[in-house]
């Protein structure tokens, strides 16, 4: 059975950083892209990021407008795991945020999604 489970959300103030983790069980996604989603109340599920392995140490990372420069992901295939280092959070980013494997190498989007977690709530309020 192929699960994925996220931790790390929790309550922050606007300007402060988080740091989500995922790992995924049940199979291995080191050829699979991997990466994020979010959900704020009220609003649709967004795409935050994703990853890439290229093979070797090469990876492709791909970031929504709204996160560029504030959120890095990473992955690490040997312990089935992907990442999002959130800096410089606002009140904005609150949401559920969801970790996402496809069924694809080639899916920058994750438009095919296949493998979701539960979800870990972000807050970012003062």
């Known amino acids: 059975q192929v699960q994925l489970v996220e931790s790390g959300g929790g309550l922050v103030q606007p300007g402060g950083s988080l740091k989500l983790s995922c790992v995924a069980s049940g199979r291995t996604f080191s050829s699979n892209a991997m990466g994020w989603f979010r959900q704020a109340p009220g609003k649709e599920r967004e795409f935050v990021s994703s990853?890439?392995?290229?093979?070797?140490?090469?990876?492709?990372?791909f970031y929504a407008e709204s996160v560029k420069g504030r959120f890095t992901i990473s992955r690490d295939n040997a312990k089935n795991m992907v990442d999002l280092q959130m800096n410089s959070l606002k009140p904005e980013d609150t949401a559920v945020y969801y970790c996402?494997?496809?069924?694809?190498?080639?899916?920058?989007?994750?438009?095919?999604?296949?493998?979701w977690g539960q979800g870990t709530q972000v807050t970012v309020s003062s």
């Open positions: 990853i890439r392995w290229s093979g070797g140490s090469t990876f492709y990372t």
């Open positions: 996402a494997a496809s069924r694809k190498q080639y899916d920058s989007s994750l438009r095919e999604a296949a493998y």
